[in-house]
């Protein structure tokens, strides 16, 4: 149980195109869920928390203009990075707080070109 | 204080053997910490994780060890095995503080057979 699916797994996408990363809860409502990002051989860095139905909370230093999180439901979460640059490409993964603890995606790999 | 701060950042152990890994937080509030395990391309996966009501916690061959007066935590992995070369992760989070979850630097583990 308390699964998080993430789609796609992997994206390519030009500079300056916009790239959409979906989360769902697939037997479970989730609330909350949070977005984190990975850079080779580092940490999962928190980008932003996302509560259904109100504004997301962004953490001190990351865009909220680049990284749009929309989460419309308890049972998706979406994280958009709009007008992708290289610098953004990096391994994007999501969480929710099911009933035993956190779950999380299997992330995604953004690479922009 | 939001910190958690991970030791070592990478660890060989030979199979059979302990493998240890420390992490330290500043922030009282704290009152949830798990480890997780991510292999390359993955999202993390719990391991195992502890209260600040109880000192030590075993699942398996992992063992959890908390000392809230010097605010630390270790993880041991009794009985290394090839399988369990990954990388792990620390993290904390305070059920107060709208449950983000804090994540140490991380420490590579190889398990040489």
């Known amino acids: 149980g308390a699964v998080v699916s993430q789609h796609p797994s992997w994206v390519i996408c030009k500079s300056g195109t916009s790239v959409k990363i979906e989360c769902r809860s697939l037997?479970?409502?989730?609330?909350?869920m949070f977005w984190y990002r990975q850079f080779p051989k580092q940490s999962l860095m928190l980008m932003a928390t996302s509560n259904e139905g109100s504004k997301a909370t962004y953490e001190q230093g990351v865009e909220k203009d680049k990284f749009l999180i929309n989460h419309a439901s308890l049972t998706l979460s979406t994280l958009t990075v709009t007008s992708a640059h290289p610098e953004d490409s990096s391994f994007y993964i999501c969480?929710?707080?099911?009933?035993?603890?956190?779950?999380f995606g299997s992330g995604t790999r953004l690479t922009v070109v | 204080q939001q910190q958690v701060k991970q030791s070592p950042q990478s660890l060989i152990v030979q199979k059979g053997g302990i493998s240890i890994i420390n992490c330290a937080y500043e922030?009282?509030?704290?009152?949830?910490f798990p480890w997780y395990q991510q292999f390359p391309g993955k999202g993390p996966a719990l391991l195992i994780a502890?209260?600040?009501?109880?000192s030590e916690k075993k699942e398996g061959r992992f063992t959890i060890s908390f000392n809230k007066s010097a605010k630390q935590f270790s993880l041991h992995i009794m009985d290394s095995q090839p399988g369990d070369s990954a990388t792990y992760f620390c993290?904390?989070?305070?059920?107060?503080?709208?449950?983000?979850?804090?994540f140490g630097q991380g420490t590579t583990l190889q398990v040489k057979p």
């Open positions: 969480s929710a707080i099911a009933n035993y603890g956190y779950t």
């Open positions: 922030n009282t509030a704290f009152d949830y």
């Open positions: 502890i209260r600040p009501d109880v």
């Open positions: 037997d479970f409502q989730a609330t909350t």
């Open positions: 993290a904390a989070s305070s059920s107060s503080n709208t449950g983000k979850l804090i």
